[in-house]
């Protein structure tokens, strides 16, 4: 059976890019990998959409998180955490663990958090030192309009940070245009390459208020020291660099297509996959629902791991359950990265065949149907 | 030009471990990969001879070193750092990061620390928490008596934490009988990996002392996070998961090996690499040479860097400069991982080939032969 990874994370990695994960082990202080990470990094900021520098630290996305935020928020300080699922939640639990004062903004799971309410937040604590926001909240399956947020944030003090960790590369992200201050993501979603690296754009404005920081509690994710080595494309410690080596193969591949027709794929995807699961009279969860994954409820009185389990024990199709209070209610069918339009059909066919099985009757062939009208649109 | 790697890490990879890392990826939070990295953990015990367990993050070595730490040491409280060279002081750098005391024990490069210094240090500061060492010092090729650091530390309430990152599965290290309460290593040395991951162990004794350290300032090395989710056989944030697969592959070959004979091994080779460097009429840098690597003085008025050049342009060979104060001044050749004697002799030969051009006479033949005579006794 032919085994399909479509979770929103970790992604399929083209053949390319795992052949060159395969190469020899080079040294890492010479000029030969100094060119590769400036290459990546120059690369980087046309996926980022940026002109500030982008530092490449060796760790989970969540690592580029904590980077963001300790260099920025000294500890007792205000950081504003906009919270629509578990991964607005990790902005709440990072800052609660460096003893910065978490200024929780919370919408239901399923829900966007408003550009208004983050208005009135700012409003309510001018002190804050930064707005901490998610571009694709994976948990969910919503998008925040991040180009609303920035304007907002744009006229404060205060920085724009974005966990753009399963969005970026996938959705719309214009991180100068829309005043995003300290943009992270991790290498394992839409910029086709396994985990092990994140990596953190960082604007002038942020690098002042990071400058003034000086008592922030990091070693590892220190940003300031991280920029000094970037001076001779160095890491200030051994770098997973020949996950760099590869990330050079999957960025020429996103580059060549085009990072703007990426985006217009991603959004005709998601589409299309709207219109598959509707048309099997599945209901789409988030009500803001954005490009890079698209999540779907269970139908009524049915587990969602028991369509996954058959999806991948009969099929070898890999979607994701929901994580923790959506466990079971939900699905979520990733099209990030290297994922085409037949992969999403695949994806629908499988559960038009495993609906019946588990007592939801669906016409056959309507779903796929549905979704390559969408596809076949000009 | 064939090309060897035989600096102190990275190190070469074999090729069924660089074939693994090609693979198709796969979600992690399966009981497939759980499974895998429950055996990977398993197998590191080996290595570490430990019973405690042992703890992945997805960093290069110094985000183990930072866990340890800041897990264990409160921010105002002493951590005594013993310090022979670039990676002793990084202790002392992450002490200070986190508003730690360090106590710093230095002696100059070259040199090790002794254990009565260890006793008199622990006798002035009987309240520190935790004695901070080196197995392998790799900036200066030294070893420390971590037997004899583990029974005087053991005595007293302080935990000892050893940076492991470039001997550990090298050079003999009995983590238990030792006493080593947090022993950390990284991927890319004696591991056969690329870089990108940490592993940490931890006793009982230390982690009593890191549960009642509760304001520790760590979200993505909190290490009681971490232990929880290896409860399940899971980590908190997604790992480097193709790593983890990969590693499991340098992992059975060390262990079909067994972990004692490769220290036996590792031990010749050191010997052999210092027979063969001294035949040639150059100095041994270490008073106290490790097994993991050796560190030779250039000859008197040449400078190291023009001999690496030579090395590497003429005949492939990758060895190391010496770091910061030690550059130009001594040159390092790894034998650790998947290094083999014949490389070790190749190493040899290029520098015999390499020192005449350089000015200095040498008999050709005279140190490929006194490290063969290593080699060949019993």
């Not at 994960?21 to 990546?40: D, G, N």
């Not at 985990?195 to 990091?218: C, D, H, M, Y």
């Not at 059909?345 to 019946?356: H, Q, S, T």
Request: proline letters at 6%.
């Amino acid at each position: 059976m032919k085994f399909r990874l479509l979770t929103p994370g970790p992604t399929p990695v083209p053949e390319e890019t795992l052949l060159e994960l395969a190469k020899p082990v080079i040294f890492h202080r010479t000029a030969e990998f100094r060119q590769i990470l400036a290459e990546v990094l120059r690369d980087l900021q046309q996926v980022f959409y940026t002109q500030n520098p982008i530092i490449p630290l060796t760790a989970s996305g969540t690592g580029g998180l904590e980077a963001a935020l300790v260099n920025s928020v000294p500890p007792g300080k205000k950081a504003i955490c906009l919270i629509a699922g578990k991964f607005g939640e990790r902005w709440k639990n990072i800052a609660a663990a460096y003893g910065m004062e978490a200024v929780n903004l919370t919408v239901p799971y399923g829900n966007a958090v408003q550009p208004e309410q983050v208005e009135q937040a700012l409003a309510a604590h001018p002190d804050a030192v930064a707005v901490c926001a998610t571009l694709s909240e994976t948990s969910t399956g919503i998008g925040h309009d991040i180009a609303a947020f920035g304007k907002i944030v744009a006229k404060t003090p205060a920085l724009l940070i974005v966990d753009g960790v399963s969005g970026l590369g996938a959705m719309e992200c214009r991180t100068d245009a829309w005043h995003i201050d300290i943009c992270c993501t991790g290498s394992q979603k839409a910029l086709m390459m396994p985990p092990g690296l994140a990596f953190v754009s960082v604007s002038a404005k942020a690098w002042k208020v990071i400058e003034q920081n000086q008592g922030a509690r990091t070693f590892y994710f220190d940003l300031k020291k991280a920029r000094k080595s970037l001076e001779q494309s160095d890491t200030p410690f051994t770098p997973a660099h020949t996950m760099i080596r590869a990330m050079r193969v999957s960025l020429k591949r996103i580059l060549a297509e085009g990072i703007e027709n990426v985006w217009a794929r991603q959004a005709k995807y998601a589409r299309a996959a709207r219109a598959g699961f509707q048309a099997l009279g599945l209901e789409i969860f988030p009500s803001q629902p954005n490009n890079a994954l698209t999540v779907v409820k269970s139908p009524p009185g049915v587990d969602s791991g028991t369509i996954l389990a058959k999806l991948e024990k009969n099929y070898g199709l890999k979607l994701a359950n929901g994580q923790e209070p959506l466990k079971g209610q939900i699905f979520r069918l990733s099209h990030m990265g290297y994922v085409d339009q037949f992969d999403i059909l695949a994806a629908i066919a499988g559960v038009e065949l495993v609906l019946p099985e588990v007592g939801v009757k669906v016409e056959a062939g309507k779903g796929v149907a549905a979704a390559q009208r969408v596809f076949a649109a000009r």
